[in-house]
């Protein structure tokens, strides 16, 4: 596990820690959703309307490290670049691979952690009555810088440990160091 994947899980506990000490402060209706343009649609306020982003947090952390686990053990499912190259690698070499694309994509577990946590904030703002046009710009630039981010990350990932495991490969068969 990477350090992506450790702060993704604090800051997993953290939404879950603090929209549970926010639970009992709220009023009688949160919101559920709130538009780009900050139209709100009101829901009652139960515990499952307000941890329903925890919830989906949970959810989409597990699913992404399913899948990098997954991805470790069926080497051929996973689509990136150079892909030929990955499985013309001794089943190790793949496996060292594929663990540090699974760790880079930790960055899109952090990346979908961190947004849900800006949006339970802001939902939490706006039952108190505040005013959400700044949260939603913050939450679009996160979310926004967050896609081009994680792909770059990825795909670095991916080629420069895919370099380092053929040239290592590689000096095994020749027998140089």
């Known amino acids: 596990?990477?350090?992506?994947?450790?702060?993704?899980?604090?800051?997993?506990?953290?939404?879950?820690?603090?929209?549970?000490?926010?639970?009992?402060?709220?009023?009688?209706?949160?919101?559920?959703?709130v538009g780009l343009r900050g139209e709100i649609r009101w829901d009652e306020s139960t515990i499952?309307?307000?941890?329903?982003?925890?919830?989906?947090?949970?959810?989409?952390?597990?699913?992404?490290?399913?899948?990098?686990?997954?991805?470790?053990?069926?080497?051929?499912?996973?689509?990136?670049?150079?892909?030929?190259?990955?499985?013309?690698?001794?089943?190790?070499?793949?496996?060292?691979?594929?663990d540090r694309i699974g760790g880079s994509l930790g960055v899109a577990a952090l990346s979908a952690t961190m947004t849900l946590l800006l949006c339970q904030e802001m939902r939490y703002r706006a039952a108190l009555g505040e005013a959400v046009t700044p949260w939603i710009v913050m939450i679009l630039a996160v979310a926004v810088a967050s896609g081009p981010t994680i792909l770059i990350t990825i795909v670095l990932t991916a080629q420069r440990a895919l370099d380092a495991e053929t040239r290592t490969t590689r000096a095994g068969s020749t027998g140089q160091p």
């Open 48 to 98: 499952l309307a307000w941890l329903l982003l925890p919830i989906v947090a949970t959810l989409s952390t597990a699913a992404i490290w399913i899948a990098t686990r997954y991805s470790v053990r069926n080497p051929r499912s996973i689509n990136i670049p150079g892909k030929d190259r990955l499985l013309s690698l001794p089943p190790n070499a793949q496996r060292r691979v594929l």
């Open 1 to 33: 596990m990477t350090l992506t994947w450790y702060l993704d899980l604090l800051l997993l506990g953290w939404l879950w820690i603090h929209s549970l000490r926010l639970w009992p402060t709220l009023p009688d209706r949160v919101p559920g959703h």
